[in-house]
């Protein structure tokens, strides 16, 4: 009796994994109908179901034993490009972290699927303005690459190139520039000194040496991205143009006015060859152009230039798009350096009115018009309208910077400035109005004051 006993139960355990089979069956592929409607938050309590089961019936080293997990963090990270797109970053954060974990149990720390996660983990980070988790991630995904894929892996390639952004917009340019230079030799060895990938790479590096003013190796490097780039894309394409007004940027930068303008006018003809001149390639570069003649002290072709530019914006792009006020911003700088004060107040309340709408009533770049406008008046000595176009400069840059940035001291520099030239017209001090009282300028007004006998 016992013995058909056993015998029995021998023959039902396995009706037993089979009936689990089946259910775990019926979980999973109810799931897979919610994934591919697009409804992946449906389907992972189905997954979780089939995972629980798949669990019990297969070994670990068989195929179905993680095939419901695969399917959780496919729906996961689903769901994370959802809050992502949404700007939700803090959610994506965490359930991003959580996919991560959920492949490093799968796969591993040493595979380039647990890789990708952490590197899409570290991306969202970055869209979160967290750069130092951010690199932190990135740099550990760059050695798992490594270790796993080789220096020679696209993928590995990718990484630097995540890690140098990722150091260059959180203004760590000394570590941008290893990371830059460590892709620049990789694509000089993959594919060669005279390829796209190894002129793209340098010309990034040339941009990290500018931010730290090494204008030396900046040009250097960028006059080797506009040789690669001519060889590449040839003497007529758009490319070498960008290429070399980059270049002539630079060189401006390093006070060679005359080496800048003269290749800004090579980068000009060739933008309106391709382009034409009807095109905002070509009003940037005369944009571009003019501020080379301005530095140059050739203010009436600057002033040429710049109109020009500001015609072609204003016709493609709208009297109110921001880079037509950027070019009517210029015109009014230019005005001011001929003295002509009207002229200059005119251009910068058209641009103040663009910045206003187009960057918002506390934008740094609605502050700046009005400061053109506030020094316009202090020229003709109207100081009031100064005084309290200078307030309004303040408030916005304090609340924008902060009052320990060099903007928001340059403004009270600035303040200071119109404050000297109204005390010799009137008393009724600046001082009480835009000055903290006891603070440092305002002890020295009060001696300028004492000095002029008001």
């Known amino acids: 009796m016992i013995k058909h006993l056993l015998s029995f139960l021998i023959l039902l355990l396995p009706l037993c994994v089979l009936g689990q089979s089946n259910e775990a069956d019926q979980y999973f592929y109810k799931g897979v109908a919610y994934e591919s409607a697009d409804q992946p938050d449906k389907a992972i309590p189905y997954f979780e179901k089939s995972a629980e089961l798949e669990k019990k019936i297969f070994e670990p080293s068989s195929d179905n034993y993680h095939r419901s997990d695969i399917e959780i963090v496919k729906c996961k990270f689903s769901i994370v490009n959802n809050y992502i797109s949404l700007q939700n970053y803090n959610e994506a954060i965490k359930l991003q972290t959580n996919v991560v974990e959920s492949v490093k149990q799968i796969v591993g720390e040493e595979d380039e699927v647990y890789a990708t996660m952490l590197n899409n ?16 991630l990135g740099s550990a995904t760059l050695d798992i690459r490594r270790k796993v894929l080789g220096e020679k892996h696209p993928n590995y390639a990718a990484s630097l190139v995540n890690m140098k952004y990722y150091c260059s917009e959180s203004g760590k340019y000394e570590q941008a520039i290893i990371y830059a230079t460590q892709l620049a030799d990789l ?30 190796a900046s040009i250097r490097i960028q006059n080797k991205v506009t040789e690669i780039f001519k060889q590449v894309f040839g003497s007529n394409s758009l490319e070498y143009a960008v290429a070399l007004s980059n270049l002539a940027s630079l060189y401006h930068s390093n006070h060679n006015f005359g080496i800048a303008a003269k290749m800004g006018v090579q980068a000009s003809e060739l933008v309106k060859s391709i382009n034409g001149e009807q095109s905002l390639e070509y009003a940037t570069s005369l944009s571009n152009l003019s501020v080379y003649y ?41 005005y001011s350096c001929i003295g002509n004060t009207q002229e200059s107040i005119r251009y910068a309340i058209m641009s103040s009115n663009i910045f206003k709408v187009a960057y918002g009533p506390q934008s740094r770049a609605y502050a700046t018009a009005l400061h053109r406008i506030a020094n316009g008046c202090a020229d003709l000595k109207n100081y009031d309208d100064a005084i309290k176009l200078m307030r309004e400069v303040l408030n916005i840059l304090k609340q924008e910077v902060g009052e320990y940035h060099p903007e928001y001291l340059n403004g009270w520099r600035i303040g200071f400035h119109i404050t000297q030239h109204f005390i010799l017209f009137t008393c009724r001090g600046l001082r009480s109005i835009i000055l903290a009282p006891h603070s440092t300028l305002w002890h020295t007004t009060v001696r300028c004051c004492q000095k002029a006998s008001c």
Request: glycine fraction near 6%.
């Open 187 to 216: 694509y000089k060895v993959l594919s060669g000194e005279n390829s796209k990938e190894y002129g793209v790479a340098l010309s990034d590096l040339a941009k990290f040496y500018a931010h730290l003013r090494n204008y030396d």
């Open 294 to 334: 301005s530095s140059l002290e050739n203010y009436s072709e600057a002033i040429k230039l710049e109109t020009k530019a500001a015609e072609i914006r204003k016709k493609l792009l709208g009297e109110n798009h921001k880079e037509y006020g950027s070019s009517l911003g210029h015109l009014s700088a230019l």
């Open 121 to 136: 983990l570290s991306y969202v980070y970055k869209l979160a303005g967290n750069y130092d988790e951010a690199i932190k």
